[in-house]
Every structure is written in C-alpha cells, then in structure tokens.
C-alpha cells in the first residue's frame, strides 16, 4: 500500500478510502469475520485511521498499520458491543453448542483464530513448530528434540521464549504493561 494514501484519506479521497476499505474488508474476512461484520469494521478503522494518522511513524507498511487498527478496534468491538454479548449469552444457553468445558463453539473459533494470528504474528519458523508440537499435537520435549535435531533442553529453551513472546504480545495488545520479565 502507498505511504501516501494517508494523506489521500486526509484530503477525502474517494479511490483511496476505497482501496483501503477493501483491504481491511478482506484481511477481516480472511480471519473469520462475517462479511457484514467486516464492513462495519472496515469503516470503523478507516475513521480511527483519519483521527490517528498523525500517529503513523512508518515503522511499518500502512497496510500492517491499518491491520493493527482493525484488530485493536475489532476486539474493542466485540468486548463492548451488547449484538455480540446477546449472541454469545443465547449460544452458550444452547447445549448443542457447548463443549465440555463451557465455551461455545463459535468462542472457541474466535480464539483459535486469534491464537492463529498471534503465533504467525510474533514466532519465527522454528519457534511456531516447537510450540504447536508441544501445544497442539502434545508431543514430549524428546520427541520434539528428535524431529528437530536439538537437545531437549535446547528445545525446552525455545518453548520457553515463544510462550514469552506470546505473552508480551497479547499484553502489548491489550494494552497491559505489567508485563513479567
């Protein structure tokens, strides 16, 4: 995306915001979010984009920057919003789509999809396999080792740094600065 599209959204250009919509509308959709959800998000960042385009220090892409409004303004969204409470109030009441555990299904979507996001987001190539082996497929440190050709210790090592990681990026997102070191 052009750096200068900031200033073309500034100046109410019409292609431009067009072009931005469609990029966030689509990134949205790529996640899970429902077509008309993403609509509304996308306007939604496209206004927190106008107020906040003094902020852009171009430490990054716009794109990445408007990616990173649309989520912060996505789970604001979805925390505040009483459409989604009432939904997910009436989908935990109904049994067919409650797990053991007491969430619903579409709840566990949501986190799975954000874990998702998350791990691709702040995890390099051999970090993301360490820690979906060892969290999703529950493979032992050893077995884990023996894949990677790494002692086990270096192995746990590694773990240890990604589930830091993930830790300082959920807290950086929310906006949580205590942190653990």
């Not at 970090?127 to 050893?142: A, G, K």
Request: proline share 2%; net charge negative.
């Amino acid at each position: 995306m052009d750096p200068a599209i900031l200033e073309k959204i500034k100046e109410n250009d019409h292609l431009a915001i067009a072009e931005c919509l469609s990029y966030i509308n689509r990134w949205a959709q790529s996640v899970g979010i429902s077509p008309s959800d993403a609509d509304e998000l996308s306007l939604k960042t496209i206004e927190q984009a106008f107020l906040k385009a003094h902020t852009f220090r171009g430490e990054s892409t716009v794109g990445t920057w408007l990616i990173g409004i649309a989520k912060k303004t996505w789970a604001y969204t979805y925390r505040q919003n009483a459409k989604y409470t009432e939904r997910l109030t009436s989908l935990d009441a109904t049994p067919i789509d409650q797990v053991e555990d007491g969430k619903s299904i579409e709840r566990m979507a949501l986190n799975e999809i954000l874990a998702e996001e998350i791990i691709r987001e702040c995890l390099n190539e051999e970090e993301r396999r360490i820690y979906i082996w060892r969290e999703v497929d529950e493979l032992s440190y050893m077995d884990i080792a023996n894949l990677v050709g790494k002692s086990e210790n270096a192995v746990r090592l590694t773990k240890y740094r990604a589930d830091k990681k993930i830790r300082e990026y959920v807290d950086n997102f929310w906006g949580n600065n205590d942190t653990v070191k």
